[in-house]
């Protein structure tokens, strides 16, 4: 097939590479934390090679690059990869568990990110810190408000958003994010689920409906649900 048709298995069509707008990449599993819901390993060491992906890929068709790991900040091929595209006028955006940004990195997303999420898991200490194994509540608060700082300084429009992936240990905190993420610094927050939620909350009616009826009273108490992404709180029937 010629280099600039691509051909999807999934629907039989082919399509002109130029007519390509989104780019996402997995460089690999590598974190430098060990999520307990997660498959990523920070022992790995197999990332995708950067000079391969230059190489491979040419990003001017492009409008939106998403890069994604583990952790893509401690993944040397995606942090040459971000400083590549960035210098080609791309903007690179990807969710992080926010230990690595420093003052550099916090420039670096402020400038050549569209958005930026924080995969915080939690609304309070004890409960971040025991689903994001090795990782620190008050470094991550003060690496968002890095970023926060450095958006406004360079005043650019990242959208510096919270992510919270829902597992049982966490639900009970789930309408605590809601009222509390903007105090934390997020412009807007979404969730996904573990694979297990769904047979936990079908198990224990009365937790579904406690906190079901928690989330419904932080929705309706809350001028900020437009900045709320529901969708998966309606899939486990939560609102």
């Known amino acids: 097939m010629p280099k600039d048709r691509v051909f999807s298995l999934k629907t039989s069509t082919e399509i002109g590479y130029k007519d390509l707008k989104r780019l996402k990449i997995s460089f690999g599993d590598m974190c430098n934390i060990s999520c307990v819901m997660c498959h990523s390993s920070n022992t790995g060491t197999e990332a995708l090679d950067f000079d391969m992906v230059k190489e491979q890929i040419d990003l001017s068709p492009f409008n939106s690059i998403e890069i994604q790991g583990g952790e893509p900040l401690f993944i040397e091929a995606a942090r040459k990869f971000f400083d590549y595209a960035s210098s080609m006028d791309k903007k690179v955006s990807f969710l992080t568990n926010g230990l690595l940004i420093d003052d550099e990195w916090s420039k670096k997303i402020a400038l050549h990110s569209a958005f930026i999420y924080f995969s915080l898991n939690a609304a309070t200490k004890k409960t971040h810190e025991s689903i994001n194994r090795g990782s620190t509540w008050e470094l991550v608060l003060e690496n968002i408000r890095r970023v926060r ?12 958003m919270g992510h919270m992936t829902i597992i049982p240990r966490n639900l009970s905190e789930i309408a605590l994010f809601i009222r509390m993420f903007r105090e ?56």
């Open 149 to 160: 700082s450095a958006r406004s300084a360079l005043n650019t429009p990242v959208k510096i």
């Open 184 to 239: 934390i610094g997020f412009d807007s927050i979404n969730f996904s689920y573990d694979i297990r939620v769904p047979l936990y909350l079908k198990l224990h009616p009365s937790k579904k409906k406690e906190v079901s009826l928690e989330i419904g009273e932080a929705l309706r108490n809350s001028r900020v649900l437009p900045l709320v992404d529901s969708y998966r709180l309606k899939l486990l029937g939560l609102v």
